[in-house]
């Protein structure tokens, strides 16, 4: 049996289905039972309560063959790093309490570092603590996701603008769909390597300018990028609903993209296929 968190989300649910339609049994870790009806309908067993529960997660994996994680962000958290910390901390207890012989965690591009990273230093702590459990741990360090245009799709249809915090224009950028994402977990799961390993996932590469372009194309209309200068980053995250915590976090990982801080640094690198409009065109109709 396999045990996957975040199922009601893009990436577990992707590797749910893929594990179900391959006859394989799959529990799903849901925050509200009500939520999981769904997954009851499609055969998957339920568990529910939250990933910062050591004693229910230890429960919940019982048994279990392998458990996909990721870190789930706590928006109310005044100090992201420490709720970070915390949250991976009861994660590795609950893995630790079962005996899970296999954990694929969620990760990104830049784990390899411990700091100056923004979230992504949450997921370097996170893979750390997971290791010292003892088990079999397959970390996924996902290029930039796809779905992140989501945000973008508000302002074009309506202003004809796309807000720019990259700090270039015309540098190549990796990005990954998430249901490639999704893919390659259930793969692992299934396959999983004979050792703990870190794998870097990425899509095909585009420029700020390439991604605007196939975005307008999908509005059907040109947009205007606007360039937000770093120093004005975390008050623009904050006018847009982002808590100013997080704000701060963000700004910090986009100076990291900045300064060619965040680059493939895994075991080996695995390739994801999803073109980047057929992402979009799902965001626009939606």
Known sequence: MFVIAGATGHVGGVAARELLA???????????????????????????????????????????????????????????????????????????????????????????????????????????????????????RAAYFQENLAQAVAPAKQMGTFFNFMPSRDAAMPTIATKDIGALVARTLVSPPARSENVDLVGPTYTVGQLVEKLGAAVGKPLQIVDIPPQGHVEALVQAGVPRPFAVEFAEMYAAFGTGKVTSKGDRVEHGATKVEDVIAELVKA
């Open 22 to 140: 391959n006859k394989h049994k799959v529990k799903v870790i849901v925050r509200d039972a009500a939520k999981g009806r769904d997954w009851s309908a499609r055969g998957a067993e339920l568990a529910a309560g939250k990933l910062d529960d050591p004693s229910f997660l230890a429960g919940a994996l019982k048994g279990a063959s392998g458990l996909f994680t990721l870190l789930p962000a706590d928006y109310a958290a005044t100090d992201v790093f420490a709720s970070q910390k915390r949250i991976a901390d009861a994660i590795a207890s609950g893995v630790k309490q079962s005996g899970v012989p296999l954990v694929v965690l969620l990760s990104s591009l830049g784990a390899d570092l411990a700091s100056g990273t923004g979230p992504i230093k949450g997921l370097h702590y996170a893979e750390n603590a997971l290791r010292a459990t003892g088990t079999k741990l397959v970390s996924i």
